[in-house]
Structure formats: C-alpha cells, structure tokens
C-alpha cells in the first residue's frame, strides 16, 4: 500500500481565512481524491484530483471554496478557501492503487 | 442516486462475541465493496474487500458475506477483541467501470466490552 503524509495534521483557524492542505504519496499514482468528514459523519467526496488538468468537484462543492492543485503522480493540496464554522471537518487525501483506495491520517481543521 | 445503507449505526458486543455489520446498494454497477475500520483521531484504513465474483471472503477474524441478488454485503468480526473497537464503513464503487469514487455508508460505532 502507498505511504500517504498529510501536512498539517491538524489546525485552529480563523473564521475567513483560507488554509492549504497538501498530501504527499511516496509512489506515483493515477488516482487522487479529496473527502470531507465532518464531526461524528461519514466521508464525503469533495472531488476528484486531475494530474494536469482541473479536478472534478462532487454536487455542492465548488472550485472557488476549494481549489485543488495536483502538479504531479506524487502531491496534491487542497485549500478551505473563506472558512467558516461550518467547514470544521477532517479533510483526507485518498489515493488509488491497483485495486484498493487508501487514505492518509487527515488534517483536522477546527474553524473559530 | 448512489447509496449505501449500513445499519446498525451502533453496537455493543461482548468480548468473544459475534459483530455483525450490514449494507445494501442500489446502483448495479458497484463492482468494489471495500470496508473500513476507523480509530478516532486517524484516517480510515482498509480492512477487507470484495468483489462480486465471490459470495464471501475471509481474512482473518474479518469475513465479508455478499449477495449480489439481494445487493447486500456484510462484515462478520469473529471472537471480536476490545481492541476492534472503532468506526466501522462499508463503501462501494463501480471500479471496473473506471469509475473508483467511494460512495460510504454512514458508519457503525463498534464497542466491545471486555
């Protein structure tokens, strides 16, 4: 299975600011996605991470509130643009391999 | 819509006992049925999983029962330990559609007492 580092691991925002996550794989690999887990829920797919094109956002996400980069097989970063309360969730990077999905540990946004 | 059921949303087990986790779906073309076991503070991690070709696999303690018929899928956790206790998913995917979003169920909350 690949190795996946999430960085931060967690963090305290302000209400209005925007915080990148990034999410590092020690192997190249085709497929990235990003997910949300609110407190006590289930995981939601935010979208799809595209090497070298636009990711494809999921029903009510949008590029504006959470842009995506994916520059190469191996990195992708995430950001919370504008947060409110509302976005205090874990946000976790998955990655696809020959035939599972894998998830790194999550970075824990708390949004005051 | 694509959905995955899962109930109960908990369950207490004794130490030894049998924990029972079921799911069903709706879209046929779900090919993947993984699940995921989740420790509070940590990303979920891959447990088992099965693909339609096969009604039941077992690795371990850990046994996935499908039906396709029926499109449903569970988890047996045989003799569970205190230590199994976590967060527990089912998901689906239509994989060999080359479609590999995870659709999840809601959860199981997994307590076993000592």
């Known amino acids: 299975s690949a190795v996946i580092s999430q960085k931060p691991s967690r963090d305290i925002c302000q209400r209005g600011t925007s915080l990148t996550i990034q999410c590092q794989v020690d192997?190249?690999?085709?497929?990235m996605f990003w997910y949300r887990q609110q407190p006590g829920q289930s995981l939601t797919l935010i979208a799809t991470a595209n090497q070298g094109s636009e990711a494809t956002y999921e029903s009510g996400f949008v590029i504006d509130k959470f842009p995506i980069s994916r520059p190469n097989l191996t990195f992708s970063t995430l950001t919370v643009s504008n947060m409110s309360p509302e976005d205090s969730s874990i946000y976790l990077c998955?990655?696809?391999?020959?035939?599972?999905?894998?998830f790194g540990e999550g970075s824990r946004l708390t949004v005051l | 819509q694509q959905q995955v059921k899962q109930s109960p949303q908990s369950l207490i087990v004794q130490k030894g006992g049998i924990s029972i986790i079921n799911c069903a779906y709706e879209?046929?073309?779900?090919?993947?049925f993984p699940w995921y076991q989740q420790f509070p503070g940590k990303g979920p991690a891959l447990l088992i999983a099965i693909r339609p070709d096969v009604s039941e696999k077992k690795e371990g303690r850990f046994t996935i029962s499908f039906n396709k018929s029926a499109k449903q899928f569970s988890l047996h956790i045989m003799d569970s330990q205190p230590g199994d206790s976590a967060t527990y998913f089912c998901?689906?995917?239509?994989?060999?559609?080359?479609?590999?979003?995870?659709?999840f169920g809601k959860g199981t909350l997994l307590t076993v007492n000592p």
């Open positions: 879209n046929t073309a779900f090919d993947y």
């Open positions: 998901a689906a995917s239509d994989w060999g559609g080359s479609n590999y979003k995870l659709t």
């Open positions: 192997s190249q690999v085709t497929m």
């Open positions: 998955s990655v696809g391999g020959q035939r599972e999905l894998f």
